[in-house]
């Protein structure tokens, strides 16, 4: 099937940023660079890196030239955490590790992550807190031969975003996710540990994230106490 010059050259550069040619929040050559490696005009790699660009792979600085998105950034680092408090001012978060194992993964999570039916899966547990209240209960499972080395301790003396801890020490780019969201109401270890009545109204989210190549690496079910907080969303 046909495809556009520019779209050719988009993919030719999300092959080199999976292949880690270009780092995270590191630069990409300038356009005319660009244009003169795949022997096309600017305005061919122009439309490409803008393309990128709106689907928040790379950041244009002004002035300064277009660097591979990092979850270290601060207009990335939130990209997917959808929750927003009701008053509108940015929260203090706050995380805690519950639990980190490397485990089988069970049957309905190998599937969703491309697994062996017997392959091995890191299994991680974390309350995070806005303002020193327990706001969301993360149950995430990844690939265990990707994330062989994370254990509890590590995540412990990372203070930053996880998912710049990915980038930085596993070569994880989280890129694209699709979640299902619905209403549940809590059970007794999760009104516990997210501190309100069990019966308590939540939102219960599973994010199923890819990296390039939209290979699948993280299913994340998430319950949200929306207290204080709303679920936000943008449709273009």
Request: proline share 6%.
């Amino acid at each position: 099937m046909f495809s556009p010059l520019y779209q050719q050259i988009k993919a030719l550069l999300l092959q080199s940023l999976d292949r880690g040619e270009w780092k995270p929040g590191e630069a990409i050559p300038s356009e005319f660079e660009l244009a003169s490696r795949f022997q096309v005009s600017q305005g061919t790699v122009r439309k490409a890196v803008d393309e990128l660009a709106a689907e928040n792979l790379l950041l244009r600085r002004q002035g300064k030239g277009t660097f591979v998105a990092t979850h270290s950034e601060r207009r990335v680092r939130y990209r997917f955490l959808r929750l927003a408090p009701d008053n509108g001012k940015p929260p203090v978060s706050t995380s805690r590790i519950l639990d980190c194992r490397h485990v089988r993964a069970p049957a309905d999570v190998a599937h969703l992550l491309d697994l062996h039916p017997t392959g091995q899966a890191v299994n991680l547990r974390r309350v995070l807190s806005f303002n020193q209240i327990p706001t969301v209960l993360d149950d995430i499972w990844l690939p265990g031969s990707v994330f062989n080395g994370l254990t509890a301790e590590s995540l412990a003396r990372y203070h930053g975003p996880m998912y710049a801890l990915f980038e930085s020490e596993f070569g994880i780019s989280m890129v694209r996710a699709d979640e299902k969201i619905r209403a549940v109401s809590a059970a007794a270890e999760q009104a516990t540990l997210l501190e309100v009545a069990p019966g308590s109204p939540l939102l219960f989210v599973e994010r199923l994230s890819y990296t390039y190549g939209d290979r699948p690496v993280e299913v994340r079910r998430g319950a949200y106490v929306t207290t204080q907080f709303h679920y936000r969303n943008s449709l273009n």
